[in-house]
């Protein structure tokens, strides 16, 4: 999506031609339905298989919030890290690499 926006988009008006707008969404969902059909559950997954049947609600209700926690704080500076990218850096990935290994689950 990133490399679609960065060859067509017009640098002066910010205009995105329908074909790639339709491009870069059908691209999101591909990536969203991948990411929640395989990784997407294994925190839940992971959790449920460590800890012990005694304290798995606590374990289970813990790595849930911490997990929905660091996914509000990564997506609340994305766009401050995308438009860090714009100088030819990629620096999206890492919020969003420090908040998964930071996951207790992980």
Wanted: glycine share 8%; hydrophobic share 50%; proline share 8%.
């Amino acid at each position: 999506v990133g490399v679609i926006l960065a060859k067509v988009i017009h640098p002066v008006t910010g205009a995105l031609p329908h074909g790639a707008a339709i491009v870069s969404v059908i691209a999101v969902c591909l990536l969203t339905a991948g990411h929640a059909w395989g990784w997407g559950p294994m925190p839940w997954l992971v959790c449920s298989e460590v800890q012990p049947l005694h304290t798995r609600a606590a374990g289970a209700a813990l790595a849930t919030m911490i997990h929905f926690l660091l996914t509000f704080i990564s997506e609340q500076f994305y766009l401050q890290t995308l438009a860090l990218g714009s100088r030819g850096s990629s620096t999206s990935s890492p919020p969003a690499c420090s908040s998964w290994a930071s996951s207790p689950t992980s």
